[in-house]
């Protein structure tokens, strides 16, 4: 009898995430990445939810049918406020930083795109004073990769 083997590599992804640190709010970010990289990045209708529920973390995503590619930044990092139940404290809110990934505590937002744009991408977006730190996502939390899978 015939046998046969299938070998299918692990990460058969067509996109790399790009980590990356800035100040900016999502929204002024994704329109300086339109700008300096001739993308149409757009906010999506539906935000990405948390595992509670409670938070949710925009998403901007742009498909060029061109050069067939997609592009999407997503926000890593949301801030919160709320209330406390006793008048008593000193302060009446009290902000909370919640993360989509917990292990990057450190990336402010994940830039999904094709690795043939990766390293142009990447080395325009090292050369701008608005954005603080950008490199690809380390290959031990590649898993990241996969929640990420629309």
């Known amino acids: 009898m015939l046998k046969h083997t299938l070998f299918v590599p692990k990460e058969e992804s067509g ?11 999502s929204h002024q970010l994704a329109f300086f990445l339109n700008k300096n990289l ?34 999407r930044l997503i926000v890593n990092k949301v801030q919160t406020s709320g209330q406390f ?3 008593e404290s000193l302060f009446e809110t009290t902000e909370q930083v919640h993360y989509l990934f917990n292990t990057l505590n450190s990336v402010d937002f994940l830039l999904d795109l094709d690795p043939a744009h990766q390293v142009n991408v990447q080395n325009k977006l090292q050369k701008s004073p608005l ?9 031990h939390l590649a898993y990241i990769k996969q929640q990420l899978s629309f």
Do not use: G
């Not at 996109?15 to 709010?25: A, M, V």
């Not at 939810?49 to 998403?59: C, G, H, L, M, S």
């Not at 954005?131 to 290959?139: A, D, R, V």
């Open 85 to 87: 139940e006793n008048s």
């Open 131 to 139: 954005i603080q730190s950008c490199y690809p996502l380390p290959n």
């Open 15 to 25: 996109h790399q995430l790009l980590c990356l640190h800035t100040s900016l709010p």
């Open 38 to 71: 001739n993308i149409k990045l757009k906010r999506d209708k539906n935000d990405l939810d948390a595992r509670n529920n409670t938070e949710q973390y925009p998403v901007f995503s742009y498909c060029c049918p061109k050069e067939k590619s997609n592009w």
